[in-house]
């Protein structure tokens, strides 16, 4: 029988290179029963490796944006959603929620002894939000330079708030600040049930 090598075998997705076992090809005698046979390791069952699941968990990081009702009623939810998937970001959850005081308040809450409270829950509460998890790596912070500064007056242009809106009081938009904040926030507004986990097509596109 001879046996040739072909290459080095294919590395599965986050694992590691696994250079030392060559794919080699044996070809056997014309009168055996299995003429071709393929040989190499077996893929390893320990699963991915501490690194691998660090950058897993990168790619599943997950962020709370919330169209405000100002921004639902001036037609820009399909513009908002459109630059965050153009970006790369995976949407995991959305819905259009006349959201209660209550969830408003427990949602501001860190902010429930500051003068403008009421009238910010009065805003929040004047007509439909749309709420929206979205994943991907560095999903938190680039989600926050996407929205642009709290004030628009602060805001660059090419941002969110920077394109389309004036005052503080109007700014269209939130978005979580931090990993923590992102998921209380996803656990206050979405049940586990309303979230969607799956592998977009465009991943293999957008990471290494």
């Known amino acids: 029988m001879r046996c040739v090598n072909v290459g080095y075998r294919a590395t599965q997705e986050y694992g590691p290179a696994d250079s030392a076992s060559p794919l080699r090809v044996c070809v056997g005698q014309a009168d055996s029963a299995s003429p071709l046979r393929v040989m190499g390791s077996a893929p390893s069952a320990a699963g991915p490796t501490p690194n691998a699941k660090k950058r897993m968990a990168e790619h599943e990081e997950r962020t709370f944006i919330a169209v405000k009702p100002d921004g639902v009623q001036r037609g820009l939810i399909g513009e908002i959603i459109k630059r965050f ?124």
């Open 85 to 208: 998937e153009q970006k790369g970001f995976k949407l995991v959850g959305l819905k259009l929620i006349q959201a209660s005081q209550e969830l408003l308040s427990k949602h501001y809450a860190d902010l429930s002894t500051r003068p403008f409270f009421p009238s910010l829950i009065a805003y929040m509460s004047s007509g439909p939000v749309v709420a929206m998890v979205w994943e991907g790596k560095g999903a938190v912070k680039t989600g926050r330079v996407m929205l642009g500064a709290t004030d628009p007056a602060d805001s660059a242009p090419g941002t969110i708030r920077g394109d389309f809106c004036i005052q503080v009081g109007k700014n269209i938009i939130h978005g979580s600040d931090s990993v923590e904040s992102a998921t209380q926030e996803i656990s206050l507004w979405f049940t586990a049930e309303e979230l969607v986990s799956y592998k977009s097509c465009a991943f293999d596109w957008l990471y290494n």
